[in-house]
């Protein structure tokens, strides 16, 4: 599985620029983290992986698959959105969509380019893509609740669990907060993610700075840093200006125009990455002579489900998984080396798959 980024913002705060960007550099980059495009406003993407190129070249893989990433280029907001101004239920339907919410926030001052408020406040910008997403989330919760009060009658108890859930959701977005704060049980988590709530999204704010400020921000990107921190999300900085020069570029002097601009990597790599610190995801592997591939779970992910991720077949019939930590394959140059050191593991049905965990899956047809 990857996962499913959806890309908001403001009209005007570099949003598309940045999606469009983000794109072509993907479809730039080396054939082993191909670019394809689905709609016209989404895009797959191969999630880069130095140790994926690493574990080919060790076992002599013929072709290396990436795990991959989509992100969704979301119509552009404006206030209203909940009641359908705009583009607004065309909006909420795809964000419903998403793993999680890239909200894109203007941080750069550019007399050229007009604010769709007259301003820039990043802030506050976020705070009225949050606020459209809580008033959505309220009239759903009204509907719903209204719809259960039949089956409710009747003690059916799906009906009050999600009545109980709802409520508690209500009374969050009633406060004025999101209801991804809502503190929910385990034995409540699969009936919680049904119900499908726009401000139960993770939210990652990309701070899009001008180009002379991609390294260190600047005091737009500071306020956002503080606001995310206090609200437990992510941030990240990126120039979706540098980040379109790049995508016109090969990846050799992508690489030397990043140099010298004293970045590390392409905001793409920094977007993906902060994307899965946020969703708790990992990665691990299966490598052959054939091909090498990365797979990405949840942080927690047993063996079974980790093989589950390949084929429901493997799950059901999962017997044990050979494994090896990324680490030692590398320094035994390989399986056959790793087996000889005994740093191969047999591994049961009730192991969690660590991040970069070398896998062979064993299980009956």
């Known amino acids: 599985m990857g996962f499913k980024m959806g890309i908001v913002g403001l009209p005007n705060v570099g949003k598309s620029t940045l999606f469009n960007a983000l794109t072509k550099t993907a479809s730039a980059q080396a054939a082993n983290f191909p670019f394809c495009t689905i709609e016209p406003n989404v895009g797959e993407v191969g999630v880069p992986d130095a140790r994926l190129d690493k574990l080919a070249a060790i076992a002599g893989s013929k072709q290396i698959i990436p795990t991959r990433m989509t992100f969704v280029d979301i119509a552009g907001l404006v206030k209203g959105a909940s009641k359908g101004e705009g583009l ?3 909006f909420l339907a795809n964000i419903r969509e998403t793993d999680a919410i890239a909200h894109v926030l203007r941080c750069f001052e550019d007399g050229d380019v007009t604010h769709v408020d007259g301003r820039v406040d990043p802030v506050a910008d976020a705070e009225t893509i949050e606020t459209e997403l809580m008033l959505a989330d309220l009239e759903s919760i009204e509907k719903r609740r209204a ?10 108890k799906e009906a009050q669990q999600q009545e109980r859930l709802l409520a508690e959701a209500q009374a969050m977005l009633e406060d004025g907060k999101p209801a991804r704060l809502v503190e929910v049980d385990e034995d409540d988590a699969k009936a919680w993610k049904m119900l499908q709530l726009l401000s139960t999204k993770p939210v990652l704010y990309v701070c899009n700075v001008g180009e002379s400020e991609s390294v260190a921000g600047n005091a737009h990107s500071a306020k956002v840093a503080e606001m995310a921190a206090a609200q437990g999300n ?25 140099d010298e601009m004293g970045l590390e990597e392409a905001g793409l790599d920094r977007l993906i990455r902060a994307g899965y610190e946020l969703l708790h995801l990992e990665t691990y592997f299966t490598v052959g002579p054939k091909e090498a591939r990365a797979w990405t779970i949840r942080q927690g992910t047993s063996g079974p489900q980790a093989a589950g991720v390949i084929h429901g077949d493997f799950e059901k019939g999962f017997i044990r998984a050979e494994t090896i930590a990324f680490d030692d394959f590398v320094a035994c140059n390989g399986e056959q080396g790793a087996k000889e050191a005994g740093k191969m593991r ?5 192991y969690v798959v660590k991040d970069g ?7 009956n047809t």
């Open 88 to 90: 607004g239920n065309q």
């Open 346 to 350: 047999s591994e049961g049905k009730s």
């Open 147 to 156: 719809n259960l009060v039949r089956k409710l009658k009747g003690n059916d």
């Open 357 to 363: 965990d070398v896998m062979h899956f064993l299980f």
């Open 234 to 258: 992510s941030h990240v900085i990126i120039s979706a200006q540098i980040e379109e020069e790049i995508s016109q570029l090969e990846s050799e002097e992508a690489q030397m125009f990043l």
